[in-house]
């Protein structure tokens, strides 16, 4: 399954930016399906993005136009660029892998090897 770590968090101000990033190991970033979820306090596990192996991308509603998902090849690292935060994005990023591509990508469920997670909080 490999290994996935987090990083980038930290504390950002409403309208600033982050760039978190996914590192993995045992797992190909440019050839595997990726998934960004996020977890704020007494919430589910919801969907932010995902890269598919083929190359496509998916954002939630709640992230379109302010996310973007890049990678570094040479690195094995996946990024979630986020732009125009809000309040409402404080969360626990996680990213997470799966092998084949589940059409209810959505669904924290369907994706098996997590993690740790980074914490973003957006505040003044």
């Known amino acids: 399954q490999g290994t996935l770590v987090e990083s980038g968090g930290g504390l950002v101000r409403p309208g600033g930016s982050v760039k978190l990033s996914c590192a993995a190991s045992?797992?190909?970033?440019?050839?595997?399906?990726i998934g960004w979820f996020r977890q704020a306090p007494g919430k589910d596990r919801e969907f932010v993005a995902a890269r598919r192996q083929n190359g496509a991308t998916y954002y939630a509603d709640s992230l379109k136009g302010r996310a973007a998902i890049s990678r570094d090849n040479a690195k094995n690292t996946l990024y979630l660029q986020m732009n125009n935060l809000r309040q409402e994005d404080t969360a626990v990023y996680y990213c997470?892998?799966?092998?084949?591509?589940?059409?209810?990508?959505?669904?924290?469920?369907?994706?098996?090897?997590w993690g740790q997670g980074t914490h973003l909080t957006v505040s003044t």
């Open positions: 997470s892998s799966r092998r084949s591509w589940n059409v209810q990508y959505y669904r924290a469920d369907v994706w098996r090897n």
């Open positions: 045992g797992i190909g970033i440019s050839t595997g399906n």
